[in-house]
């Protein structure tokens, strides 16, 4: 049963993985997405952290919609084999274990998809202090994946 289980992972990811394309293009794109990630992020964080008296909702609204977007965009598909090696539009950081934590890799990916749609829940109600609460689970998020499977530059 456990190598039945292991060999549909397997499929399933090369299967996801062909339909995203080679492996430097799945490393730019995934590359991409984080960068966009990150750009949104520290929207938020500038206004709401750094200077909240230069709070604007909607600009952070966007942002936190933009960040649940890339969250729930599928980025899992962007981990194929080989994905640990390479460049995209530089070295890839991922780490050659990730292909071996899946179990833990699976809780932080659902951490992180459930504090980006936390954010953009709680940036729609314009209050700060949730935003800076929700704001702080999803960076929470963000370091657990990073400390699982993130090289360190």
Known sequence: MKTKLILASVLTATTLAATAGPTEEQIRFRQSAYSFIGWNAAKIKKQVVDNPENFDKDRVIA?????????????????????????????TRLKPEFFEKQDEVKVVAEKFNL????????????????????????????KGCHDLIRVKE
Do not use: H, M, R, V
């Not at 890339?70 to 090696?85: M, R």
């Not at 954010?119 to 689970?137: E, M, S």
């Open 63 to 91: 942002a936190a919609n933009a960040i649940a977007a890339a969250a729930n965009s599928g980025l899992g598909e962007l981990y194929g084999p080989g994905t640990d090696q390479g460049i995209g539009w530089k070295q």
């Open 115 to 142: 504090a980006a749609n936390e954010l953009a829940k709680g940036a729609a109600t314009g209050d700060i202090n949730i935003i800076k609460d929700q704001f702080g689970k999803l960076s929470e998020s963000c």
